[in-house]
């Protein structure tokens, strides 16, 4: 079936507690809106769903396409994506908010709080959560994990099996690799330290706090309300192909475990900014690529939980930004980014992974710029 036309819904919201809503220029929504078409259409997306927030409100929350295309059933802004390793920076607000009560030190050996695996003693909780470990990623057991045996896993102690058989692949902090299962440990960490359920933490901590009602662990047999249909491959005769239907993503837990929307992603955003939500210190060291143990920079300027970078604007000034893509391969996208500095934020998804998925992202920080209001960009100064 091919995807004759996308229908596009402008919604202007109000976030309960969240104050009043801010209402956009309609102008430059109008545009962002047509933007949004234009690379849906172009990327020969299923469905695109795009947020953006500003403060304490979602001012632009967008869908067009189709959440299931055989059935030509339209997406929402209420439809939900597995945003896969968008879920780190959740993970790592997590983490910020256990460091600010003084559970955690960041600078601490991870066996402080854990006892196993047996490397735990040998990197910090700040070079796990920042991909320096050496943790990893790939194994034959996370294939199986994923595909051949898929059931829902309770807590990250029960998704150990992925990774902990396997030595760590260089000395820790001497080189960065980007691993999920690094992740679940980490999201170990998280449970035992708040003597909580990994998942009933950031419900209780995390996604209630900011709001985030369409978020949830992407388990079998919990209700996933309105998910989208993923698509793994498309032909322009023969239209979508269906993605693989037995999958589990329950095991990676704070790696890539996680359903969501892009309008709960840009409320997560606002925990970079918001003074009264996480200490300046922790902020700091969200905007702070962490450092290899020789001082050198990573090689992904990636720091606790994110990677940084920046924006230029329309003034041609530069702003720092934080960002993350998520990759389902073979069925889904997703994207946060955000202008701290700024108190905005751009976050997308959608149910395929295009061939150049990469140039979404470049999209994504174009609209974003469109849309970007200087008046409230203040430059960042590191905590006293």
């Not at 909580?196 to 079998?220: C, H, I, P, R």
Request: charged fraction near 20%.
């Amino acid at each position: 079936m091919k995807l004759l036309e996308f229908s596009v819904t402008l919604i202007l919201v109000t976030l309960l507690g969240f104050g009043s809503c801010v209402r956009a220029d309609q102008d430059v929504y109008r545009q962002a809106k047509q933007a949004i078409a234009e690379l849906a259409a172009k990327a020969q997306l299923p469905s695109l769903s795009v947020a953006i927030g500003k403060g304490e409100d979602v001012t632009l929350a967008t869908a067009v396409g189709y959440a299931n295309v055989q059935q030509g059933l339209e997406a929402t802004t209420r439809t939900r994506y597995s945003v896969a390793s968008v879920a780190k920076p959740m993970t790592t607000v997590a983490l910020a908010l256990l460091v600010d009560t003084g559970r955690v030190q960041l600078d601490a050996p991870v066996g402080r709080y854990l006892d196993h695996p047996a490397y735990v003693d040998s990197f910090t909780v700040r070079e796990l959560a920042a991909h320096l470990a050496g943790i990893p990623h790939d194994t034959a057991e996370r294939e199986r994990a994923e595909f051949l045996a898929p059931k829902d896993h309770q807590s990250p102690f029960d998704a150990f099996y992925v990774f902990e058989q396997h030595g760590l692949l260089f000395e820790p902090g001497t080189d960065f690799y980007y691993s999920s299962s690094g992740y679940i440990l980490l999201s170990a960490l998280i449970e035992r330290v708040s003597k909580k359920g990994f998942v009933n933490y950031l419900q209780m901590a995390v996604w209630s706090e900011l709001g985030m009602s369409e978020t949830a662990l992407d388990t079998l047999k919990h209700e996933k309300g309105e998910e989208a249909t993923y698509y793994a491959t498309f032909d322009s005769n023969q239209g979508y192909t269906a993605a693989e239907r037995q999958r589990d993503r329950s095991f990676l837990f704070g790696g890539g475990g996680f359903l969501s929307t892009p309008s709960d992603l840009v409320k997560l955003a606002r925990a970079t900014y918001d003074t009264n939500f996480l200490s300046a210190e922790a902020r700091h060291a969200m905007y702070t690529a962490t450092p290899l143990r020789n001082g050198e920079p990573n090689s992904e300027n990636y720091s606790l939980g994110w990677r940084v970078g920046s924006i230029q604007s329309e003034s041609t000034r530069q702003w720092l930004t934080l960002e993350h893509a998520g990759l389902m391969e073979g069925a889904a996208t997703a994207y946060l980014l955000v202008v701290p500095e700024c108190q905005q934020s751009l976050a997308f998804a959608t149910n395929f992974v295009p061939r150049a998925f990469w140039e979404l992202f470049v999209e994504a920080k174009s609209l974003l710029r469109l849309t970007l209001d200087e008046s409230l960009c203040r430059k960042i100064l590191p905590p006293s």
